[in-house]
């Protein structure tokens, strides 16, 4: 039994021999395709529409808002409910927002421009649908972690969730790189009818997983604020995953540079729609390549050291992508940022799925999203006001060299996430 475990925990493709997992990857491959294309697409076109930088801020608000505020009660939902079926909705619903802007688009198209009230109509549309998408994400998310726990047994979960970030991954490098490709041929709305094709066929794949009940642990007639707390205090608890967690938040709120990325490929680097495609796709093609590398040659020592020279080598390729004036130069920045950051959602990500029971994984895995993916839109909103306060690349600057100022403050007070190793 044990020579069966070590070569299956050697085999970097193991977790890929389960077929549940196999249907729900290429879904969730599908889904997050369409939903990063449609992130890229909406910051270019409020940009397009009122060339502020700040209104590229107001579109991570309007996300995070309802992300933040439905995360932990998203997460006593996900443990007591069935959780495909949950899912499944949670795609259908994103779906129709896309579909929303899918419409949106063509009043776009055949609106005059230069009369200021529509321009406003068109972008308070957008702003509202997005809004809605946050309420969506703050169950989907979670829920797409959860059932990678549920079904996976626990000697391939390291090797599950290493794939599952890449193939999050690869998803987002497709969404961002060619969304602009796509805008440069056939505008806004070739685009958005992408984006409602692709998460159709994932919903088809997500729909062939069996279902996913809820655990025999959990207590269901306990009250949701019960339930949300003990979530809370298993996450305060235990300390490496709070660490981690924290870690990441403050890195991603001020060193998050993607916000912006509009702004320096239309204003600074003068690359238009295409060169703007391959800024937002190089820092996850470096995450990517790393996440290959760790599949196949896992990290076996020093992750929580190795975790925060990591966040700290991030910080400052953001300092660099911000004072750089030569497109390859920015790319390479942004390139090697992803790298250093995918490195980082393996270790924090892998914790997670490891520390966690069964039966809390709906409420930890939403506290999670709350830190990790509501960080990314805080981030964009504080791009946007530091943005307007300080100038661009002034903002961009100050953002990675808070981050150097969050790792290292990390290395002295949190010695036990300096020395997590698993």
């Known amino acids: 039994m044990e020579t069966t475990q070590t070569t299956t925990k050697n085999d970097p493709f193991a977790a890929l021999r389960v077929v549940e997992f196999r249907n729900l990857m290429i879904g969730r491959f599908l889904f997050i395709m369409g939903l990063r294309m449609m992130g890229t697409l909406v910051g270019w076109w409020i940009y397009e529409l009122t060339n502020q930088p700040f209104a590229i801020g107001l579109i ?5 808002i309802p992300a933040v505020s439905l995360a932990l009660y998203a997460g006593h939902v996900i443990d007591i409910s069935e ?17 929303g802007l899918l419409g949106l688009s063509f009043y776009n198209d055949k609106t005059d421009h230069n009369a200021n009230h529509n321009t406003l109509v068109i972008a308070v549309c957008i702003y509202f649908l997005i809004f809605c998408t946050g309420i969506i994400r703050s169950f989907t998310g979670p829920s797409f972690n959860t059932i990678i726990g549920g079904i996976m047994p626990k000697n391939v979960l390291q090797n599950a969730t290493t794939w599952s970030q890449g193939i999050w991954l690869t998803a987002s490098i497709l ?11 056939f505008g806004h709305t070739g685009a958005l009818a992408v984006v409602v094709c692709l998460v159709s066929v994932g919903f088809i794949f997500i729909s062939k997983i069996h279902a996913q009940p809820p655990h025999a642990d959990i207590v269901m007639d306990k009250k949701p604020m019960e339930s949300v707390k003990e979530g809370l205090r298993f996450v305060f608890n235990t300390k490496e995953v709070l660490g981690a967690l924290s870690l990441d938040l403050f890195a991603v709120l001020f060193g998050g540079a993607v916000a912006m990325i509009p702004v320096f490929a239309k204003d600074i ?19 990517i390549l790393i996440i290959f590398i760790i599949t196949l040659f896992p990290v076996t020592a020093g992750q929580g050291k190795k975790l925060l020279l990591a966040v700290g080598g991030f910080g400052i390729c953001i300092i660099v992508f911000a004072l750089s004036k030569i497109f390859w130069v920015s790319f390479a920045a942004l390139l ?7 490195f980082s959602m393996i270790v924090r990500g892998t914790i997670v799925q490891l520390k966690t029971p069964d039966h809390m994984r709906g409420r930890v895995m939403s506290v999670n999203s709350m830190f990790i993916n509501s960080s990314n839109e805080l981030g964009q909103f504080e791009s946007g006001v530091a943005a307007k306060l300080m100038g661009v690349i002034p903002s961009v600057v100050f953002g990675g060299s808070m981050t150097l100022l969050v790792v290292f403050t990390t290395w002295f007070k949190a010695p036990s996430l300096r020395k997590m190793e698993y």
């Open 60 to 64: 991570g608000l309007a996300e995070v």
């Open 83 to 99: 959780k495909r079926k949950l899912l499944l909705r949670g795609v259908v619903l994103y779906w129709i927002c896309a579909l």
């Open 175 to 185: 969404g961002h790189a060619t969304v602009g490709f796509i805008i440069a041929g």
């Open 269 to 287: 680097l003068n690359c238009g729609p295409i060169g703007f495609g391959w800024l937002n796709a190089a820092s996850d093609i470096g995450a």
């Open 336 to 342: 090697l940022s992803g790298i250093l950051d995918g």
